[in-house]
């Protein structure tokens, strides 16, 4: 005989009668109406087709099959119980903020850790979307932050993202830099220099491609691939030695040997979305949706001020404000 899936409820019925001996104390012990524990002993034996209890006026005993069947019972429910336990709460989620500093990603964090106390959500610092939105796809990494409309075409197809900020970008040179001496640097100021912007670096290409827009038609000249310097004295000491300014967003962490300057006329601004994989769900998640949606409400994050710059894959226009 091929049965059909038995449902725990007709099982939890089933024990509670066969330990009580008594269909009224077994309906109490659940909290549940005599006449509908009646209904789900029969309709456990209509579906294994024997009968579990002997029923008189004065007691109720186990049928062979009904004894042969409560050991089997209980060790079905107890696994049940412990499937509901193993996922009865989420586990943590996995939210890479880019950078262990300051940004964006990290004040929208803060916040969908106000809105959900009961989540972990577990930070961590990969460098690059590029990298991170392929660990996100795979199931290694369940949040990142950046350039989604930078990413290729295969990878982007494989993610969901929403629009976070429009993140005013910056400049990075080194202490004496003729530039050092401004409180903000027009991108024509930068007309022959040579910018760092991860250029040869597998994990951020996004980044790469939307410098090399930006400095397109303005004289700015990519900086060359090199190995990217790890912790603060290697990036001061790499600073020091090439003197290139490196592009970075305004929020960037302070470095040492070097001054941050917003960029001017006009303020280029990153895109900066929030991506996860399609079709995922987690109460984490969720509450970084609304904290995303919140602050960019109430702080303008996507507002796009006059005299600015997007790159075309936004606005469709090469350099468009």
Not at 115 to 122: R, S
Not at 143 to 159: E, K, T
Not at 226 to 251: H, I, Q, S, W, Y
């Amino acid at each position: 005989m091929m049965l059909r899936d038995v449902d725990p409820r007709l099982l939890r019925g089933f024990v509670a009668v066969a330990e009580e001996l008594h269909f009224t104390r077994a309906a109490a012990r659940l909290y549940v109406a005599q006449q509908a524990l009646s209904r789900d002993v029969r309709r456990l034996e209509e579906t294994l087709g024997t009968a579990l209890f002997v029923r008189t006026t004065r007691a109720v005993e186990p049928t062979p099959d009904g004894e042969r069947l409560l050991p089997l019972a209980r060790r079905v429910l107890a696994a049940h119980e412990a499937l509901t336990a193993a996922f009865a709460a989420p586990r943590a989620l996995l939210v890479d903020l880019n950078t262990d500093g300051p940004s964006t990603a990290r004040t929208v964090l803060e916040r969908a850790r106000e809105l959900a106390p009961d989540c972990e959500l577990m930070a961590r610092w990969e460098s690059g979307l590029t990298y991170a939105a392929a660990e996100v796809a795979a199931g290694r990494l369940d949040v990142s932050f950046g350039y989604a409309d930078g990413l290729d075409p295969v990878l982007r197809s494989r993610i969901a993202h929403r629009p976070v900020r429009y993140e005013p970008l910056a400049v990075l040179l080194p202490d004496g830099h003729p530039l050092a001496a401004l409180s903000a640097v027009p991108l024509e100021a930068l007309a022959g220099e040579t910018v760092y912007a991860g250029a040869g670096n597998p994990r951020t290409p996004e980044w790469t491609g939307l410098a090399r827009e930006l400095f397109a038609g303005r004289g700015i000249l990519m900086a060359p691939p090199a190995p990217v310097a790890v912790g603060k004295d290697e990036f001061r000491r790499v600073m020091a030695k090439t003197g290139n300014p490196v592009l970075v967003t305004v929020d960037f962490v302070d470095m040492p040997g070097s001054v941050k300057r917003p960029l001017v006329d006009p303020v280029p601004l990153s895109p900066l979305s929030m991506v996860w994989r399609k079709g995922f769900g987690h109460p984490g998640l969720e509450a970084l949706q609304r904290a995303a949606a919140g602050l960019s409400a109430d702080r303008g994050w996507l507002d796009v001020p006059p005299a600015s710059w997007r790159p075309a894959a936004l606005t469709g226009v090469p350099g468009a404000g």
